[in-house]
């Protein structure tokens, strides 16, 4: 028996879970970049920094994954549910595909970014300047990827950030007044 007020066609639960995934997925791999890998440079032995980094990062890494994972099976429900204006509403097509190239992207920037860190990881207790910097005494490896990870640690935040981009202004493109132009557009191109 369905509740009064409740549609059936609700998709609060996976918007919900698209929308908390990829803030999530934002907001810690900001606070990464800022505050841990910030604080990690703050210890004062430097065979201890990159230890108190990847500690910080080995902890967040299932709270990452799980945000992903609920990212991806919420922005493929709302996509599920969303198929017919996929089809019959100009512009719908475009930001889905730059959401799917940007999400292609976040992914694999954060995988390599962890598989960088586990280089750092094996490494033990390194010396370096912070978790991103490389001292002089830091094995060549190690410094390699730290250089690299001082790329990505940024990389990943500015992707995700722009996904939230795209996924304003997809649900901007779902206000009754954008879905009767984009659907008279795909049918009239010359409207």
Known sequence: M???GKSKSSNTVVRALNDLGLATWFGGSLMGAIGLNGAAAEV???HERARVANAGWSRWTP???AAIGAYTVG????AGANRGRLVGQKGVPRMSLAKTALTAAAMATTAYSRV???KVMDASTPPVEGATEPSGSTPPEVANAQRQLKVLQWAVPA???ALM????RMSEQQRPLEVA???VQRLNPAA
């Open 2 to 4: 369905r509740q009064k």
């Open 44 to 46: 004062d032995q430097p």
């Open 63 to 65: 709270a990452n994954l």
């Open 75 to 78: 922005s493929l429900a709302v």
């Open 116 to 118: 960088l860190g586990q």
């Open 159 to 161: 992707l995700t950030g």
């Open 165 to 168: 981009v795209i996924d304003s």
């Open 181 to 183: 132009k984009g659907v």
